[in-house]
């Protein structure tokens, strides 16, 4: 029997497409350059569908950067999870996969976060039109860690909000300071926010 999608399930399904697709042209153009029309295009969609999930191109590219952060930090509790201990080759695990995630499009996806970021700057309208969104985001990915640290038993040290913004902030410049100069940075970061989170 062929399983029925149900609407919600449909709405997931073109969200995510729609999500690939700007993934994939904001890497490739860069922010500026990329237009909604080129992502729907790659997403095999119209104009109109991307703004029934996403009222604005940075709304969209919010939910590109958030997915990203998401799948980061799952890595990290995934491998914590399965650890007794954090350690160097813990810590080493983390560190690799993390560089496999950021592999692929990481320089220009790192790139995008702080051409985003230049972009808001300059463009005052548009950061506070994306302002409640932002704050949504920083919001969300500190309930996603907590829910994360709390399956393994762990604690933060600083305030939720506070580690959510440091790994939105850092990220992007990690993997463009690895690239850039050749010393890889994920581990000592790594370490860095560790000093933040009590295990058992």
Do not use: C
Request: cysteine-free; charged content about 30%.
């Amino acid at each position: 029997m062929v399983e029925r999608w149900t609407r919600e399930r449909r709405l997931e399904h073109t969200r995510t497409l729609l999500l690939d697709a700007a993934e994939e042209v904001f890497a490739e153009k860069g922010f500026t350059s990329a237009s909604l029309d080129d992502i729907a295009h790659a997403a095999g969609y119209t104009k109109g569908a991307i703004y029934k999930h996403f009222p604005t191109k940075e709304d969209l590219f919010l939910a590109v950067s958030d997915r990203y952060w998401r799948r980061y930090f799952e890595t990290f509790t995934e491998i914590l999870s399965a650890a007794h201990e954090v350690g160097a080759r813990e810590l080493d695990e983390v560190a690799r996969r993390w560089r496999e995630l950021a592999g692929g499009h990481g320089g220009a996806q790192a790139a995008l976060g702080l051409e985003f970021t230049l972009y808001l700057l300059r463009n005052p309208d548009a950061r506070e039109r994306v302002a409640a969104k932002r704050t949504e985001v920083v919001e969300e990915l500190g309930t996603f860690i907590l829910e994360g640290l709390d399956r393994i038993g762990g604690t933060l040290l600083i305030p939720p909000l506070t580690f959510a913004r440091i790994l939105i902030a850092t990220t992007d410049s990690v993997v463009l300071g690895t690239q850039l100069d050749g010393d890889d940075l994920h581990r000592p970061v790594l370490e860095m926010y560790m000093s933040a989170i009590k295990l058992p």
